[in-house]
């Protein structure tokens, strides 16, 4: 008998991680950028590769900044929202599940500038380099901390 509760319990548990990585997985997010950059398009067709459902507004992300409050160090060349965090810039898809199953309390996170080797910024014509990089953990009180590091030698 108590190895029948046992199973049960281990059984639900399962079922209930499996039930939040699938949500994570095919959580929906929304990608402002301009209409002509083409890393933001590799980024975008990257995060869809890894069971992210992506709408795209081509319009730019210069206001979606003002409206996130991501301060000028942090920017990059699209922002994105998912379960109500922003995304700035080539952030791996692997930080943006960990940060969607963490749940922390925060903007949400931060690849600042393009680095080269980073999702979207790693295509032919980089010629295989891959620079190391951090993603930022965006904090409510306008301060950052390191959410993780890429050292991509």
């Known amino acids: 008998m108590k190895n029948t509760r046992l199973l049960s319990k281990l059984i639900l548990i399962g079922a209930f991680a499996f039930a ?12 402002w950028k301009s209409p002509t950059c083409g890393c933001c398009n590799e980024w975008i067709s ?26 000028d160090d942090y920017v990059s060349c699209h922002t994105a ?9 080539h952030v791996p898809a692997e930080d943006v599940k960990r940060l969607l199953a963490e749940k922390p309390d925060a903007i949400g ?5 393009m680095p ?11 010629q295989g380099r891959k620079d190391a990089y951090d993603v930022l953990l965006l904090k409510k ?12 030698e």
Do not use: C, R, W
């Not at 939040?20 to 990608?31: D, R, Y």
């Not at 929202?81 to 810039?89: F, Q, T």
């Open 109 to 113: 996170l931060s690849a600042p500038g």
């Open 46 to 71: 990257y995060m869809k590769n890894n069971g992210f459902e992506v709408k795209v507004h081509e319009t730019g992300n210069a206001k979606q900044h003002q409206l996130f409050g991501i301060k």
């Open 141 to 152: 009180n306008g301060e950052s901390e390191v959410f993780s590091s890429h050292n991509q």
């Open 20 to 31: 939040v990585l699938a949500q994570a997985q095919t959580a929906t997010m929304e990608v």
């Open 81 to 89: 929202v998912v379960d109500g965090y922003v995304i700035e810039g």
């Open 116 to 126: 080269v080797g980073s999702p979207g910024m790693d295509g032919p014509a980089y």
